[in-house]
């Protein structure tokens, strides 16, 4: 477990709709308020395990795993690479509690906390990055791919977990409607190549939620885009 002494409040500002302007006093006050109380209550953890793959015509074997990754666009993100990590992290079930007790009560600090939490998880995930980093040098790295973007299925989602172990390590599970629980959590994987990343835009095409999302809407890009 991992400790947030603060949270990126300009990234959960986006979340909740006010871009880069300036919150008002009462706004901002419901943030610096719901800031304190989630990082009180927050139980931040990571696991990850790195993997060699297989490349094949129609997909990926995570070798020594039961988890074959299928889809063009996984296989364009891992293209060139040898290895690939398996992460997943999770801020704990209180934030899911504390989000519920506010959508009963107040719902601006319902959003705000929601909105917080989602900036702590891209947190938590950019730390457990710098960690890779360090453990895999000189391998290259790619940027997080999960489970769900492009036309990589979100029904790996399960043994995608199963195989990190995850519900016992960080107390990370998914429903049978792949709805992880804890919600505020991530699963991504890294690619590891030998020979420096191509620089490729990660782009909202490869997104399931293109269609829907907020930020695209208001001609904003999501955390990592």
């Known amino acids: 477990m991992i400790n947030l002494d603060t949270i990126n409040k300009t990234e959960a500002m986006r979340y909740m709709g006010l871009g880069t302007s300036e919150p008002d006093k009462?706004?901002?006050?419901?943030?610096d308020k719901c800031e304190k109380q989630l990082i009180k209550i927050i139980r931040p953890a990571y696991t990850y395990a790195i993997f060699d793959i297989k490349h094949l015509d129609n997909n990926?074997?995570?070798k020594g795993t039961p988890l074959?990754?299928?889809g063009n666009s996984?296989?364009?993100?891992?293209?060139?690479c040898i290895k690939v990590v398996l992460l997943a992290?999770?801020?704990?079930?209180?934030a899911d509690k504390l989000i519920k007790r506010f959508?009963?009560?107040d719902l601006t600090s319902a959003l705000a906390t929601d909105s917080l939490a989602s900036a702590a998880i891209e947190q938590v995930c950019n730390l457990a990055e710098e960690e890779i980093r360090e453990k895999v040098s000189p391998l290259n790295m790619t940027w997080r791919f999960s489970p769900g973007y492009g036309d990589l299925p979100l029904e790996l989602q399960r043994t995608f977990l199963t195989v990190l172990n995850a519900q016992k390590r960080i107390g990370?599970?998914?429903t049978d409607s792949l709805i992880m629980l804890p919600s505020k959590s991530v699963t991504a994987l890294i690619g590891l190549s030998e020979k420096p990343i191509e620089k490729r835009r990660q782009g909202c095409a490869i997104c399931n939620l293109k269609n829907s999302c907020q930020f695209r809407k208001r001609g904003e890009r999501c955390v990592g885009y």
């Open 26 to 31: 009462q706004i901002s006050e419901i943030i």
């Open 60 to 62: 990926i074997e995570v």
């Open 68 to 70: 074959v990754l299928t």
């Open 74 to 80: 996984v296989k364009q993100h891992l293209d060139g």
């Open 89 to 94: 992290a999770t801020l704990g079930i209180e």
């Open 103 to 105: 959508q009963v009560s």
């Open 172 to 174: 990370l599970t998914v």
